[in-house]
């Protein structure tokens, strides 16, 4: 599976932002996809996954009710709507692929990655 994601760019605080995984190389079914992030300086950051085959959605606090992962089965292509964004969600913003349907927040535990985006929030 090859990753890419895309949409990231510069915005100002209160703005918003979609951020978009194509897959290329097989198609998603038993597979979690997530979003993650790093700031600098700082450690790779879980933001977001889903199931692709099913239900379920998991966002840590940071960004619960202000970020929407969802998914376009007909495209392979998983999206990330960010509202309400913030200096402290500056970041590279990967997505990320895993075998399975446990969704984690370990970035240890994902097999494949995109190359990142970058996201920048002016205050």
């Known amino acids: 599976v090859q990753l890419q994601a895309f949409g990231g760019g510069l915005v100002q605080t209160g703005g918003s932002l979609r951020l978009s995984c194509a897959a290329s190389?097989?198609?998603?079914?038993?597979?979690?996809v997530a979003w993650f992030r790093q700031a600098p300086g700082k450690e790779r950051e879980f933001v977001a996954g889903t199931r692709w085959n099913g239900d379920g959605t998991y966002y840590p606090d940071s960004v619960k009710g202000r970020f929407t992962i969802s998914r376009d089965n007909a495209k392979n292509t998983v999206y990330l709507q960010m509202n309400s964004l913030k200096p402290e969600d500056t970041a590279v913003y990967y997505c990320a692929a895993r075998i399975g349907t446990a969704i984690t927040d370990s970035s240890a535990l994902y097999d494949y990655w995109g190359q990142g985006t970058l996201v920048t929030v002016s205050s």
């Open positions: 190389g097989r198609t998603f079914s038993r597979h979690v």
